[in-house]
């Protein structure tokens, strides 16, 4: 599991359903509300990392329950994707206004409600990674987006300046080229994973002569980030 966890609010049983099983295939864990009150004492008990909640809820609408969760110092850091039948501009409007990250009308495609739902996870945590981190002489700063070797700025493109991060921050550890996509594409999952070799040959080029050797193949699997010889 990805040991995120997934609120999903909606009074249909079926809609919950398409939605778990969709969770459950790319790694989630999820829990389940049929009204805006469940939904709020789960949240209170299990702080889940995101909450897909429908607009259109019995008793207390989803707007209604996203404006308490907003104004609560508790619950207002919680990303919130707000699920809607209503496609008119206004209430997409109204939904970002009480503080949803994103909103996504049905019908949706489970593919595209993971791609971002993703989006909006790898959002809110990349604002907290703000601290330079620096391997053996290679340095690379969020702040300002630099990266350098032995103090010498080195010229990337933004493709391998994400990768080059989320390498660093994940050091040592194999992943497979899907894997890379999730994380440092994200929403866009409609990308050949191919295109990944492409960046990945660009990223070590762009650390030569010293530090491309830290960006290693593993055959049949795909790449990590090591500075032990492979």
Same mark, same amino acid.
């Given at each position: ?62 707007? *209604? ?19 809607? /039948?209503?496609? *008119? ?7 970002? *206004? ?20 993703? /989006? ?15 391997v053996d002489g290679l340095s690379l700063d969020p702040v300002c987006h630099r ?58 080029? /762009? ?24």
């Amino acid at each position: 599991m990805s040991g995120k966890q997934v609120l999903i609010v909606d009074d249909e049983p079926a809609i919950r359903e398409m939605i778990a099983v969709a969770l459950e295939m790319a790694d989630y864990d999820y829990l389940e509300a049929g009204d805006a009150r469940e939904a709020h004492s789960i949240i209170i008990d299990n702080k889940p990392d995101l909450i897909l909640l429908d607009w259109m809820l019995p008793g207390t609408s989803g707007i *209604e329950l996203a404006r308490r969760l907003k104004r609560d110092q508790i619950t207002s850091e919680i990303p919130l994707i707000m699920l809607t /039948a209503k496609t *008119e501009e206004d209430n997409k409007v109204r939904g970002l *206004e009480v503080g949803a990250d994103d909103y996504i009308t049905k019908p949706f495609s489970p593919r595209e409600l993971v791609a971002r739902l993703k /989006a909006v996870l790898r959002r809110t945590v990349a604002q907290g990674i703000e601290s330079p981190i620096e391997v053996d002489g290679l340095s690379l700063d969020p702040v300002c987006h630099r990266v350098s070797a032995n103090g010498e700025p080195l010229d990337m493109g933004p493709t391998e300046y994400r990768l080059l991060q989320f390498f660093m921050t994940h050091q040592e550890r194999v992943y497979t080229r899907g894997q890379l996509l999730d994380q440092v594409w994200g929403g866009n999952v409609y990308v050949e994973e191919r295109t990944v070799d492409v960046h990945i040959r660009r990223l070590r080029k /762009a650390l030569e002569p010293d530090f491309s050797k830290l960006i290693q193949t593993v055959r049949g699997t795909g790449y990590r980030f090591s500075v032990k010889a492979s």
